[in-house]
């Protein structure tokens, strides 16, 4: 069994037509497992839905409560891009003994041409195989929370050398 949780975040953001505004209504985790044929056994709890700019360490240790007491070992957390390093960063001090990995969407789902299909079943797929630890998982690569951060000039994470 894996176990997801939402935080919210670019993933499950809406469009609202007659402002232009974005905002969150419900999670779009359903929909995406199923239409990408998701076979896999999981459970989808949300934590939160709150663009993660706006988180704090009460948040995190929201977050960070919820792995500790789910009793799989396995966790997929949807969180948004630009704190994604610092709540990876600040679940990887708890230690654990999970396996967590961390993944969002540059671009809403909703609009269609969205990164998040690719990055929730490629998060899904390391999910399964790596050692416990915390990581983050974009763009089919799979960064540890001790070199990685989201470049802002690429709109892409990347190792720190």
Same mark, same amino acid.
């Given at each position: 069994? #894996?176990?997801? &949780? ?5 993933? $499950?953001?809406?469009?609202? +037509? ?5 905002f &969150?209504?419900? @999670?779009?985790?359903?929909?995406? =497992? ?6 896999l ?12 700019? +706006?988180?704090?360490? @009460? ?11 789910? %009793?799989?070992?396995?966790?997929? #957390?949807?969180?948004?891009? $630009?704190t ?7 679940l990887? *001090?708890?230690?654990? *003994?999970?396996?967590i990995?961390?993944?969002? *969407? ?12 690719? !990055?929730?079943? %490629?998060? =899904? ?13 974009? !763009?089919?690569?799979?960064?540890? @929370? !001790? ?8 709109g +892409? &994470?990347e190792?720190?050398?």
């Amino acid at each position: 069994m #894996i176990q997801i &949780f939402v935080t919210g975040g670019t993933f $499950d953001k809406e469009y609202n +037509e007659l402002n232009g505004s974005l905002f &969150f209504k419900d @999670t779009h985790l359903p929909e995406m =497992l199923e239409k990408g044929r998701s076979r896999l056994e999981v459970s989808i709890d949300t934590l939160l839905m709150k663009d993660s700019l +706006e988180f704090d360490d @009460t948040d995190r240790q929201l977050i960070s409560s919820a792995c500790s007491s789910a %009793s799989a070992d396995r966790i997929l #957390i949807t969180h948004g891009t $630009d704190t994604m390093v610092q709540t990876a960063q600040y679940l990887a *001090a708890q230690n654990l *003994a999970k396996t967590i990995v961390l993944t969002g *969407a540059m671009i809403p789902y909703k609009f269609g041409s969205s990164d998040g299909m690719f !990055n929730l079943g %490629s998060a =899904l797929a390391f999910l399964q195989i790596l050692e416990p630890g915390v990581y983050i998982s974009m !763009n089919g690569k799979i960064f540890a @929370t !001790n070199n990685v951060r989201k470049n802002l000039e690429k709109g +892409e &994470f990347e190792t720190i050398n």
